[in-house]
């Protein structure tokens, strides 16, 4: 029987995760702050699943949720590292507050959850895997976006930084990037200042437009689990040809441009 975690389960892609796994006959832990929504999905599930309330900002509670994973189920096998947020603003008018929340959740977060599961599932000495969540805008700046876009470019280097450290203590413990292109979710619901109000209107309806299901989202990645795979990148055509210009960019010494947030690109 194969044990999974999820943060973020309570919506978008954590969600669809969850429903696929349970679909696989899965154990599962499921954690998100949204209570009353992680208690909806948990109880919609037919598999063995427990829902922990957990803001995985605060160390103290990330660290119940894996006594809680450890105790109930002994081993685990997956560990998804998904719960994100989303602001927009100007990158010098977003207010320090909102700063901090996008870098305590998505990178202070998920390091939390690293700090609290791995050195468990190193001792267990057997196979496991976890999957840190960023996105193509991990990889791609996203104008408009900076502390999502700093904070998923951070997941990519911590992730990569973890896989060398894996390796290099021959751990049988392994991870995996994940790095969504655009997913139906509420990950844009929130409120946008007035200077990027038209900018999220695009970039929701074109998410609305384009995104895949978190359902059909999640046996793309699951497939990818099970090929083994580090980068897990479902939606390859979102990223890898504008990675590849922003790379000649780079190399090229070209400044960036103007971001055309009617193309469809970023995120
Ligand atoms: N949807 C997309 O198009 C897309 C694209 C690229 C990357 N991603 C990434 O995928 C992940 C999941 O996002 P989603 O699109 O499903 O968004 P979502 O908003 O639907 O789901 C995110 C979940 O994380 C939870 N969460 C947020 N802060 C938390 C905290 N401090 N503690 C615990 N839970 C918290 C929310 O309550 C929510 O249930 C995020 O890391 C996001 O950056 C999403």
Not at 186 to 205: H, L, N
Not at 242 to 251: C, D, Y
């Amino acid at each position: 029987m194969t044990v999974a975690v999820i943060t973020g389960a309570a919506s978008g892609i954590g969600a669809g995760l969850a429903r696929h796994a349970a679909s696989l006959g899965m154990q599962l832990i499921l954690a998100d702050w949204d209570d009353a929504a992680l208690t909806e999905v948990a109880d919609c599930l037919s598999a063995e699943v427990i829902a922990v309330p957990t803001d995985v900002r605060d160390e103290t509670q990330v660290q119940s949720l894996a006594d809680a994973a450890f105790d109930k189920f002994g081993e685990i096998d997956l560990l998804f590292n998904n719960a994100g947020v989303l602001s927009s603003g100007l990158s010098w008018e977003i207010d320090a507050a909102t700063w901090q929340r996008s870098i305590d959740i998505n990178i202070g977060g998920t390091v939390n959850v690293m700090r609290a599961f791995v050195p468990r599932l190193i001792a267990a000495d057997r196979p496991a895997r976890i999957v840190n969540t960023s996105s193509v805008g991990g990889f791609l700046t996203s104008t408009f976006m900076a502390p999502y876009s700093a904070t998923k470019f951070a997941i990519v280097a911590i992730t990569e930084a973890m896989a060398g450290e894996l390796a290099a203590m021959d751990s049988k413990v392994q991870v995996s990037l994940l790095a969504p292109g655009p997913v139906k979710s509420a990950i844009m619901d929130e409120k946008a200042p007035t200077q990027t109000a038209e900018f999220m209107t695009v970039m929701r309806g074109m998410n609305d437009a384009h995104g895949m299901t978190p359902d059909e989202f999640a046996p793309l990645v699951f497939a990818a689990i099970d090929r083994g795979e580090y980068w897990i990148i479902p939606q390859p055509e979102i990223l890898d040809t504008a990675l590849q210009e922003r790379t000649e960019m780079i190399l090229g010494r070209t400044p960036p441009v103007s971001f055309d947030f009617t193309s469809g690109d970023g995120q």
